[in-house]
Every structure is written in C-alpha cells, then in structure tokens.
C-alpha cells in the first residue's frame, strides 16, 4: 500500500471518528433534560418506598404511599421553581456563581425545613374550607391526595414556560378545588379567599415600592455623590445593619417557629439588637475593605456583594422553614386521617414527611432551578450586586409590613414584584434623566419613540406571562384539584 493511500485512510477515518463524536455529543445534548426526569422519577420511587416501609401493614398504608410519591413530586417542584426567587437575584448580579447558588440555596433550604420547620401545620390550608365538610376520614383523604397533585402539575406547568408562581397560592387552589367538589361552595370561607386574592396585588406591590424606595436612596446618596466610596464607608454599614435588623426579625417571626413562638413585637426587638450589633461590626470591615477602592460604580459591587449573598441565604432558610412545611402539609394530614381515621385541624409533621419536602427541594433546584433563576435574574431587567441587595431587602422588610397589617403574602410574589420595582424605577428615572437634558440635544439626535420604547428596561413579555400566572395559580389548581378529586371519588367509591 502507498503512502498516499495509507494517508487517504487515516483522512478517511479521521471523518468518521468526527462524525461520531458530532452524534454523541448531539445525543448527550437531547438526553440531559431526560437524566433530570430519570433522577427525578427515582427520587419519587425511593419517597415511596420509604413511606411503605415506614407505614408497613398499617391501615390506610397505600394511600400513604401514594400520597408520598405526589409530595416528592410536590417538593421537586418547588425546588425548580419557588427557590429561583432566592437566588436569582444573586445570580443575575454575579455575586453568585449558578453553582454556588445552587449549592448556597441546596443547603440553607434543607437546613430551614429541618431545623426550624414548623411542628404542626393546618390541614386545611390557610382554612380555606370549612373543616365540618370535610370530617370523613376517606373523602378529606381524597381532598388531600387531588390537592397536593394538582399543586405539584400546576406548579410544574408553570416551571415549564418559565413563570415563577406561588407553591402556597398552588396549594390553597387545590385545596380549594377539592373542597367545592367535595362539599359545595358553601364550604368555602369566602373573606378568607378575598384576602389571600388580595395578596396578589398587595405582595407584588409592597415589595416593589420598597425595593425601588431602597434603590433610589441608594443613588440619592452613594452612587451620584462625587466621593462614592467616602459616601458608602458611610452608608453600606447602614444598610447592612438594616439588613441585619430586617432579616433577624423576619427569622424570628417565621423561620424558627419549632424553636420559639415569637410574636411581632419580640421580633422586632430581636431585629433591632442584632442590626445595631452588625452596623458596629460593619464600619470598621467596610472602611478596611474600601481601603484603596477607585471612585468608580464597580467599586461600589464589591461592598454590595457579600451582604447580598449572606441576604440570599437567610431568604432560603427562611423559605425552607416556612413554606416547606406549607407544602408537604397535605401529605401530613393524610398520614395522620389514615393512622387515627379522623380528621384533624393542625397535624403534626412527622420527620420523614419533612425530609422527604427537604431532599425534594434541594434535587428539584439542581436538576431544574437554573432555568427560572436565570430568568428571574437576568431576563426581567439587568440586576447588579446594588439593585439585587435592594430586592433581598425588600423582601424581608415586607413580610415584617404585611405581618403587621395582617396581611397574607407571598415569598415568590414578593422577589419578583421587587425585581420588576426595581426595573421600573431605571426606567422612570433614565426617563426622567432624559427629559432635562433632551432640550439641549440637536433634533437629528434625539430617539424615535418607537426605539425609546424598545430600550425599555423591563422586559414587557416576561412581565405579562408572569402576571397572568399569578391571577390564574389558583383557579387553574382548583379546577384541576376539583376533577381529580371527581375521578378519585368515581374509582374508589
């Protein structure tokens, strides 16, 4: 054979050996979406499992296995949607790394449900439902199964078109849905669902206020000064001793309730030492790190970056303890009817039912979290370490206002009603920016209102898609919950 053939067959081979590698990577490229649902799939056949084991020949046993495997699925979700509200303004200002936030969220989540978790948790979620409709055994077992799955596929459907939606809100549709098909609309505590109907407008636009408020102060005093960095060795202590002050009694009020039942104005105490105690310890760390630092905006990301992920920490702990223990709530009611076989209006959650919330959130942010924190963090409006602080803020100062007002509100609505305040404020501001010098500018210069319109820095598709998932979160999980709950009662009598 010739040395020219021989070179043909390698040049030949080489093609070959390319094209093959093309087909695996373009196979592995299809299959990853398909490793997170076979991962997912498994982790719901362990839930199971697990709860067979644990239940063993006791009565009602295969509606607890049942009911296990729709709360690992539940609590997936809420990990691949809910938890993207925590950290995707993190992420979004590159104070965090996806990874890291994943990891950050994964751990303070699981720490949140499992320490701090609430010991008991109402039945009836939010007592939307009149609990006398409801007293059998077997049909609050039913109401309860149709609830938590149809919570888990909305919450799921939302996930899929990347709008983050409330996993409470969710479950207080199914809730609701299986109530009416169970007893009647005369079983619904209508004031009740006035004021969690409420909460869509109340929670979206206290954050948003507050996260813009905090934002133009931020700007009023810091970023437009002429010693930047002289303005904020002033200020970052200040606004991290808020910080402080805010996320403690924001703790103290709704994240350590199986420690210590602490009412608001112990909450705020608690808030108010420990702010006062991290202000002093913030002045000299903030000057030291300021040492040095150009008179420059990018300086100014630096000192902002450390609080905003400690602050996106303490929102997934919080979260975890609160809302966790909101969603795997049906699954401890029906665990507790089928043990005892009766009906119950607080239950407590036994430890396997939490671990199960837990593990599921942290395997539901892994496999499917980075899809709506990228967007919650990037796509609705550019956020840097400063506009992210104000978000995290914003949120634990809200639900101190709304606990105050006796207002029922949403974690989920709360970040991204912040989010959207803070991208309506660049734009009312650029706006405003551009009106006193536009009289200054030659004529052959000035923007077309069409292309000022698309510069806009709100991202008006992303606006509307998730708007419209909130209004439509809890009738869209009632009306599945209400004809599960048909089929349920069809099949099994």
């Known amino acids: 054979m010739t040395d020219s053939s021989k070179n043909y067959q390698w040049r030949t081979l080489d093609k070959d050996l390319n094209r093959l590698s093309r087909v695996e990577y373009a196979t592995m490229h299809m299959s990853r979406p398909l490793t997170g649902v076979g991962i997912s799939l498994a982790f719901i056949v362990i839930a199971a499992l697990a709860a067979a084991v644990i239940t063993g020949q006791a009565q009602g046993a295969l509606f607890i296995v049942a009911a296990a495997a729709f709360g690992a699925y539940m609590a997936l979700n809420i990990g691949a949607n809910d938890v993207a509200n925590n950290m995707g303004p993190a992420v979004g200002a590159k104070a965090l790394s996806m990874t890291g936030a994943i990891v950050v969220a994964a751990v303070c989540e699981s720490a949140g449900a499992l320490i701090a978790g609430g ?42 078109f990347s709008a983050p939606v409330s996993t409470t809100h969710s479950v207080v549709g199914g809730v ?53 960095i002289a303005a904020a060795r002033t200020w970052v202590p200040v606004l991290i001793g808020v910080m402080a002050a805010a996320f403690s009694a924001y703790l103290a009020l709704k994240g350590l309730k199986r420690v210590i039942e602490i009412d608001l104005p112990a909450a705020l105490m608690i808030g108010l030492a420990v702010g006062l105690i991290c202000y002093l310890i913030a002045i000299p760390l903030i000057r030291r790190q300021a040492q040095g630092m150009e008179n420059r905006n990018k300086s100014l990301k630096i ?4 609080p905003l992920v400690i602050s996106a920490a303490l929102l997934s702990f919080a979260h ?32 396997w039912v939490m671990i199960i919330g837990a593990f599921g ?29 104000c978000v995290a803020l914003a949120a634990a100062i809200t639900v101190i206002v709304a606990s105050w007002l006796g207002l029922p509100v949403s974690s989920t609505h709360i970040a991204v009603g912040g989010v959207f305040g803070v991208g309506f404020f660049r734009e009312w501001h650029a706006e405003r920016r551009v009106s ?58």
Not at 125 to 144: G, L, Q
Not at 383 to 389: G, I, Q
Not at 459 to 474: E, G, L, Q
């Open 119 to 160: 010991d008991v948790v109402s039945t009836i979620s939010k007592e939307i439902i009149d609990p006398v409709s409801v007293e059998n055994a077997r049909v609050f077992t039913w109401a309860m199964m149709s609830a938590l799955l149809s919570a888990a596929i909305w919450v799921n459907i939302a996930t899929w």
């Open 176 to 228: 609701l849905g299986a109530g009416v098909a169970a007893a009647g609309l005369s079983a619904v505590n209508w004031p009740t669902m006035g004021a969690i109907a409420a909460s869509w407008v109340v929670s979206p636009l206290l954050g948003g206020i507050i996260a813009a408020t905090v934002l133009a102060f931020i700007k009023w005093r810091i970023i437009y000064r002429d010693d930047k």
């Open 303 to 306: 000192l902002f970056g450390v």
């Open 320 to 351: 975890g303890a609160n809302d966790v223990a909101n969603a795997v709530g049906p699954l401890a009611a029906i665990v507790h009817a089928q043990e005892f076989g009766t009906f119950a209006g607080k239950v407590a959650i036994p430890a």
């Open 361 to 389: 959130i942290s395997f539901g942010l892994m496999l499917f979290g980075p899809k709506l924190i990228r967007m919650v963090g990037s796509q609705i409006t550019k956020l840097n370490p400063m506009r992210a602080y």
């Open 436 to 493: 006193k010098i536009k009289l200054n500018r030659p004529p052959a210069k000035r923007l077309a209102a069409e292309e000022r319109r698309r510069r806009k820095l709100v991202r008006r598709s992303h606006f509307m898609t998730i708007v419209a998932a909130w209004v439509i979160t809890v009738p869209a999980a009632a009306l599945l919950s209400g004809g599960m709950f048909l089929i349920l009662r069809g099949l099994m009598g």
